[in-house]
């Protein structure tokens, strides 16, 4: 049946899972982009097209959980070529201030093409006539251009979940224009910050040679496009809302009691990834107890690392480096029952997580680059006495809006020392005062918001045409 409302991104919201009897079953994915998109898409009763994992073929469309979903199947040489290789390989680093060096193969650009051209084909499949068709992230860069050449008819905003970087950096891409074009062929842009929207908008500029204006690009057949931010978030009062549950106030206090009750607790919660700053925050936290500003008698680490890309050699690499240094930290620190660092390489349901965020005293979110990190929301979403300190990266997307955060460089260990420090000893005064504001922020600015003003402003796009004089653009 054909959706008026399309979803495309490179994973369906749900994971499969079999059963002890062999039967398979769909459950919720966990993951900012799930919990983001799938009130938009019951609202409106949307198709969502992605990618279910794994290598079957010939997958029907199904329900799950109200939701209908169209999988889209995968080669291993494609999940090797676009997943693994152009799109976390070459993207990913490129994208995140090469944090990790990015490669750059063309076998892996024919694939991200080739995949992208399938997902185009489906969604122009699926969409009715004059649908709004929604494309998500660094995965599917292709697909706007390739959908509007297939279906003119239809309305197409792109989101990008990740940071857009700055010319000095994509222009080292050698399908740095193709990448632009495609993108163009959307009427909205959604960005997290502003500067992703001015770095898209400069680079059309620069190296497509259209006519630009602000956050507008005018193209030669007539068509306006907008690159705007529209920050993401969470659904705060969901999590608020969990967080006072029964079962997960029990659950905060058994983790407390299971870590000895100590008198602070430091948490962070990411996925195994090289642009986390997971190393870096750790090596901090034992410094302060080598130097005998913290005593693991008083605080313990409890760091969460989601298990993510186990097949890139970057992050196996990354999971031996940290395993090394929390042993390390553990055995020169760590006393008999006391550990300083309580590691745990696993992934959480939301109601564990929500645990966690109320057993902490001390949350930490030090990425080298994140597009946003909803981490940090959901904490300050969970904390509704309104105590807690959330000690945060300023290369995070959040940190343009929770401002009252004890905001640390990264790269600069003994500043993250001594921020991890103000917020241990913080008074609870100061700590309510921060709280207060943060979490009037998210409430204001929750995933609904983000979503209804994405889709009123692509709605608002008209017909998306100009009558601005433009020249055609010689191609270089």
Request: aromatic share 10%; glycine share 8%; net charge negative.
């Amino acid at each position: 049946m054909a959706a008026d409302l399309v979803i495309v991104a490179n994973r369906l919201p749900v994971d499969r899972v079999t059963r002890p009897d062999g039967t398979v079953e769909w459950r919720p994915s966990p993951g900012g982009l799930v919990t983001a998109i799938e009130p938009v898409m019951r609202a409106n009763d949307g198709t969502w097209i992605g990618w279910p994992g794994g290598t079957e073929q010939d997958l029907e469309p199904f329900e799950a959980d109200g939701l209908h979903l169209v999988p889209m199947s995968m080669t291993p040489e494609e999940i090797e070529g676009h997943y693994e290789g152009f799109s976390n390989g070459t993207l990913w680093p490129l994208y995140h201030d090469l944090v990790a060096k990015p490669e750059f193969h063309r076998e892996w650009w024919d694939s991200y093409v080739g995949v992208n051209q399938r997902f185009a084909e489906k969604a122009a499949e699926v969409a009715a006539e004059s649908a709004t068709v929604w494309v998500h992230d660094y995965q599917l860069q292709l697909v706007p251009q390739m959908l509007r050449e297939l279906r003119p008819d239809l309305r197409i905003g792109f989101y990008l979940h990740i940071p857009f970087p700055p010319a000095e950096l994509f222009q080292q891409l050698p399908w740095r224009r193709q990448i632009l074009e495609g993108l163009l062929g959307a009427d909205l842009l959604g960005f997290q910050l502003p500067g992703g929207a001015q770095n898209f908008v400069r680079l059309v500029r620069q190296r497509v040679g259209h006519k630009t204006h602000r956050d507008l690009v005018y193209l030669p057949d007539g068509r306006t496009v907008r690159a705007a931010a529209f920050p993401i978030s969470i659904d705060a009062a969901g999590f608020e809302e969990l967080a006072q549950t029964e079962a997960v106030a029990e659950r905060a206090t058994a983790i407390r009691e299971a870590l000895g009750n100590p008198r602070r607790i430091f948490l962070g919660i990411d996925r195994l990834d090289y642009t986390k700053g997971i190393y870096a925050r750790l090596r901090a936290f034992s410094e302060l107890i080598a130097d005998g500003h913290l005593d693991v008698e008083d605080a313990v680490f409890v760091q969460v690392a989601v298990p993510s890309r186990e097949q890139v050699e970057q992050y196996r690499i990354l999971r031996d480096d940290i395993d090394r240094l929390v042993g390390r930290i553990n055995g020169d620190l760590g006393r008999i029952g006391r550990p300083a660092i309580s590691y745990l390489h696993s992934s959480y349901p939301r109601e564990e997580m929500a645990a966690l965020y109320r057993a902490a005293d001390v949350m930490v979110v030090t990425p080298y680059r994140d597009g946003m990190n909803l981490v940090a929301k959901e904490y300050v979403a969970c904390r509704f006495d309104n105590d807690g300190a959330l000690v945060l990266s300023e290369f995070a997307g959040a940190a343009a809006e929770l401002r009252q955060a004890w905001l640390v460089n990264p790269y600069d260990i003994n500043g993250m020392k001594s921020a991890l420090l103000e917020a241990f000893q913080a008074d609870e005064k100061q700590l309510t005062r921060r709280m207060k504001a943060m979490r009037k922020t998210i409430s204001q600015h929750d995933v609904a918001a983000w979503a209804a003003s994405f889709m009123l402003e692509l709605e608002d796009s008209g017909d998306g045409t100009h009558a601005k004089t433009v020249r055609a653009v010689k191609r270089s």
